[in-house]
Structure formats: C-alpha cells, structure tokens
C-alpha cells in the first residue's frame, strides 16, 4: 500500500527530546512536543515550533577556546553553522582562539568589566553574526575600534550591564549591525556620532 503522504505524529509532550542537529527535522513535524536546548543555558523546555532553527545544534569536538563549549548545526565538517557558548563562566576577559569560522559568540553572565581595542585580541570573525555580551559587569566601551574584525556582525547584546554613557564610535566599524541591544544599563548619554 502506498504511503498516503504527510504523517501525523502522536508523541505526546512526556518524551525528553533534546532539540540538536538531530532533531532538526521534527521542528515542524512536532513543533508542540517540549524540548530542551544544549545550547542554551537555561534548561527548560520549550515548544519546538518556538525554538529558533539556529539553535538546534549539536556539541562538537573541534579546537574551543578554553572555558568553553562549540555547537554546530552537524557533527561533521564542514560545518555551516558554528556558536560558541562561553555563558556563566566567571570570566574577566574574552576566551582566546576563537575561531574564524564563529557564527554566534556567547559570553553573557561574565565578569568582562570593559571593553577596549585589546579585548578581542585582535580576533577576525568575518561570519560571525550574532555576539552576545549581556550581563557581563561591562561599565565602559573604550576607543574606536572595540569590534573590529566582526565586518557581518548583525546583533550586538549588551542588555544588563553598568554601562554608564556612549561616546566616540565604539560601533563604527559594524556595518552589518541591525539590531543594538542596550537596555537595562545605567547610560545617562548617548553621543550623536555612537549610532
């Protein structure tokens, strides 16, 4: 007998599915089972319709920076999709090593305390799209070329920090940038050439 076409899946919301490179498939086919995702960091589960397709990811074993842990849309190079997650780990710095092929750089819940042109050590990450920095303790952005080597950055997180004021053009070099989280700070002024 012919398959008749599209199946419906009765699994219930009781299975302990893990939303990784494996699940992928099962995002629309399940999309109301309850997941939970290893790349974030909260551990409760969520619909998987409601889980974004980027973030079923699954660890890898590939060269991470220390302190932290490499996610990747499959579990064999070449990989397309590469986030590093570095969350909650009391650093005071940025990792070392980050590759260049980094799509998403995770080090929210740190200790960074500011930002300046030695940060980053002078690290290119021309894919990476998405950094997030929120919760870090950050009070300052100094200097003018703070994210340069990050040219396809496209949403920058610094919600939750001690920022205090914006000045000089910490964000001039990102020319992708489309989404600016700063919410949450202490920021009493935002000079006109920041944004």
């Not at 219930?12 to 992928?24: A, H, L, S, V, Y």
């Not at 397309?80 to 799509?103: A, M, Q, R």
């Not at 290119?124 to 998405?130: A, D, G, K, T």
């Not at 964000?171 to 989404?179: D, H």
């Amino acid at each position: 007998m012919d398959h008749p076409g599209n199946i419906i899946y009765h699994v219930g919301t009781e299975n302990p599915f893990i939303c990784d490179c494996f699940m992928r498939w099962a995002r629309n086919a399940l999309n109301y089972s309850l997941c939970t995702v290893p790349v974030l960091s909260d551990g409760t589960a969520k619909r998987m319709k409601d889980v974004p397709a980027r973030l079923y990811l699954c660890q890898i074993k590939m060269k991470c920076p220390e302190n932290c842990e490499c996610f990747a849309d499959t579990v064999k190079e070449p990989y397309v999709w590469i986030h590093i997650k570095c969350s909650n780990k009391g650093l005071d710095y940025i990792p070392f090593e980050i590759p260049n092929t980094t799509n998403v750089l995770d080090v929210s819940h740190n200790n960074i305390n500011q930002l300046d042109s030695a940060t980053f050590h002078n690290t290119s990450c021309p894919i990476l799209q998405i950094m997030d920095l929120s919760s870090c303790q950050i009070t300052a952005l100094i200097g003018n070329d703070v994210f340069n080597g990050f040219v396809q950055l496209k949403t920058l997180n610094l919600n939750n920090n001690r920022i205090v004021q914006l000045n000089g053009e910490p964000f001039k070099n990102l020319m992708m940038l489309n989404e600016l989280k700063i919410a949450n700070n202490s920021i009493k002024a935002i000079q006109d050439n920041v944004l």
